[in-house]
């Protein structure tokens, strides 16, 4: 079942802070956050694991609540490179595969 | 350097045509995924394979096929092409761990006229 993504899309200025977030109707063991900026191919950004683990890649950082079934990624001071969709991609028990949100548009502007 | 190419990249055919998008992996994968993106749907699952003769259907697999004969190939081949199957296809590959990253090909846009 497909993880529900919100906000759609975001506008920011250059250094104001934004939170995406990602839930699920089903028990998740993990969660994953890619970034596809325009044109180009959805890029690995990080995985978020059971027990509420935390990380970062630069100014982005994100936290994951299994007992609410969600996560959410935080950008902060944000750049004019962090424009781009993000994803949340949640996989199925062990298995391999991930089903993908639609994705949430962040558009930072000068 | 590892990769993983899709080629054409680009791709205009009609109606009714077969199409074959290649997608080819150096990482030495055995988990390798189809997928389409359309606005507002985000990335779907067309199919999936976890090795060499292993095939799987995805969300949206109707009339898309693929076949694995090797571990660094998994070429989608649309049977008789519809104009819904216009997108922008990208073909992904991890590694044998539950919830491994997947690392995406550059894409392929297909237009059927």
């Known amino acids: 079942q497909q993880p529900v993504q919100s906000p759609q899309a975001v506008i920011l200025r250059e250094g104001e802070d934004a939170v995406i977030n990602c839930s699920s109707s089903k028990a998740l063991y993990s969660v994953h956050w890619y970034r596809q900026k325009h044109g180009e191919a959805p890029v690995f950004l990080m995985i978020?694991?059971?027990?509420?683990e935390q990380k970062g890649h630069e100014k982005i950082s994100a936290s994951f609540n299994e007992k609410k079934q969600q996560s959410s990624l935080y950008l902060t001071a944000s750049q004019l490179s962090y424009s781009g969709t993000y994803f949340c991609?949640?996989?199925?028990?062990?298995?391999?595969?991930?089903?993908f949100g639609k994705g949430t548009l962040l558009t930072v502007n000068p | 350097d590892a990769e993983i190419t899709q080629s054409p990249r680009h791709k205009i055919t009609e109606t009714g045509r077969q199409v074959t998008l290649a997608c080819h992996q150096t990482?030495?994968?055995?988990?390798m995924f189809w997928y389409r993106q359309d606005l507002g749907h985000g990335l779907r699952l067309i199919h999936y394979s976890y090795g060499v003769q292993d095939t799987n259907k995805g969300e949206v697999s109707d009339g898309y096929s693929v076949s694995r004969s090797n571990t660094e190939d998994l070429p989608l081949t649309l049977e008789s092409a519809a104009s819904s199957q216009t997108s922008v296809y990208f073909c992904?590959?991890?590694?044998?761990?539950?919830?491994?990253?997947?690392?995406f090909g550059a894409g392929t846009r297909l237009s059927v006229l």
């Open positions: 992904a590959s991890s590694r044998d761990r539950a919830g491994d990253i997947q690392y």
């Open positions: 990482w030495n994968h055995n988990n």
């Open positions: 991609g949640t996989p199925g028990g062990s298995n391999y595969k991930l089903t």
């Open positions: 978020l694991l059971k027990g509420g």
